[in-house]
């Protein structure tokens, strides 16, 4: 069987592998990039291999962004570096001129020869090489006092990359993929914005200006293959001639905080000052009444009533279990989506969900399965994934995406439903109704204990039996 692009059969697990580029295998110590797929199923490694080689090309593609020593801007941060070695070395004033005139000479007196000049002021602005007229400027702008000017600063696509690098470092708080093409979505339509001037030239006037042209965007605007060549200008020329409704609030809110945070961290670098000319662009969403609540008994027959069979043996359908898992383990959907045959697991006669990853560091923990839940496991296939029709996303390989958005249908046509989400939501009541401590409850949900006695110095928690009691004052709301 051959192995999918970027995914290489070892034993019967797939491993992503992808080359380095020479100009960058000394900066990784490495000539490839090897990691475990940990799947054996062929389709499963393909969309693995294609959302980690997304990954990995951005960021080679980012590290290949470093400024080289012969741009203007370099030449101008380098020139100053020159200039402050100077001050710092030669404090007094009549050395500090000498050596500064002494610089500038090292650089105007070669162009001025080369242009046949006698003196480098007799040249026009054009005739002057853009790296020596950078040096000749940083002197200038230093001995006067006189701010950088903004075309020596880095321009509005160089500093989101490297906003977008520096957030991914953290592999503790590290953002999914589809997050960071988002948020490159959105940087890529103010860098349009803006012909990619500094973000240090960016004022609140601008930022205004950018989010009227936002508003009028169509929910669709970044659905099409050739959405990262079309302009700023040809999206919003595109949008007016689509009906329907104009981007939500929520979105809007979305594009203010990544621009907001890019703002933040400039900050930080050194690289802006002021207020953030983004933060006043968020729209307050009116959140519907009862949205996400816990579902209601009534609401819950007429869910679980419905026609749907639930599957042969090695493929339970989802359709008819996602919802009964989640009312009797508090389990996330994609929780729920990712669990495979080696999750399903027995301790001291209790068998148990293994939830091994999640959005949190708490989400790793294991959930006993409640006892109503028996025919799933007779039907639960002997390998592979729990739900094996399930199919990962290609924007971040989750599994739950597809199936959320069916299972968000039916529950929009029964009255009084609420969400998927909501069902944790109903664990977390019967719990407190129940009189569970929080820090109990916190143990099945995948919630961070807090307080310094049980978080800290109680980091195992309760033992499998006692799980087991919890999960078992669980019910499908009959």
Known sequence: MKAPPYAKLRGNVFWFQIGVPIALQAHYGKVSIQENLRTSDRYVAAHLADERKVHWKREFRLWSGK???????????ETLRQVEWISENYRDKDDRDM???LLWDSVANPEARRLGLVDISEATGDEVVPAVDAALTAIKNAREGTPMPSRFKIPFSEI????????????????????ISQREAVYRLFRDHIND???????????????????????????SPQTKSRSFAYILALSETMEGERISGRTVTRFASDLGALWDWAVKQGEVIGANPFSGHRVESKTRKGANAPWSNAALRKLLASEVSAGIKGRPDPLYWLPRIAL????????ICALEAVNLCEVDGVRYFDITAGKTDSSVRVVPIHHALQPLLELAPADGYLFPDLKPSKLDGKRGAAIGKVLGRRFKSIAGGSTFHAFRKNVAQTF???????????QI?????????????SPNGLEIGQKRDLVELLSLGE
């Open 67 to 77: 400024d080289s020593a012969s741009t203007p801007r370099a030449v101008y941060q």
């Open 99 to 101: 050596h500064l005139d």
């Open 160 to 179: 989101s990359a490297r906003f977008n690098l520096d957030r991914q470092r953290d592999s503790r708080a590290k953002l999914s993929d589809q997050t």
């Open 197 to 223: 001037a500094p973000l240090a030239t960016v004022d609140a006037r601008k930022s205004a200006d950018f989010f009227d042209k936002v508003k009028r965007l169509h929910p669709h605007w970044g659905r």
């Open 328 to 335: 009797l383990s508090g389990l996330r959907l994609n929780e």
């Open 432 to 442: 407190e109704r129940s009189r569970i401590p929080e820090s109990e409850a916190a």
């Open 445 to 457: 949900l995948g919630h961070k204990k807090t307080g310094m006695t049980y978080g800290v110095y």
